[in-house]
């Protein structure tokens, strides 16, 4: 599952404000606040959400490793 870190940054990437991808995802503001603050929501259908939502967006999902983990945009000429 992506983190809260990942989620903030993919968001910065593309430019998006909170109220933009919470938009795309179809949840709440709030609930996205909580994501990226790292406040674990009770349903992971949400998180799932939102990282379906960036990964349509272009967005690569980079896994933890002892340099942390990260995103980047798949095409960034796209």
Known sequence: M????????????LGWT???LADRAIISINA?????NGQVDSRISTLKAVQQVL???GIDFLPASDRGEGVRLSD???
């Open 18 to 20: 909170q109220q933009d």
């Open 32 to 36: 996205l606040a909580r994501l990226e």
């Open 55 to 57: 990964l349509q967006a």
């Open 76 to 78: 960034p000429n796209a």
């Open 2 to 13: 992506v983190t809260a870190r990942q989620i903030r940054a993919a968001r910065a990437l």
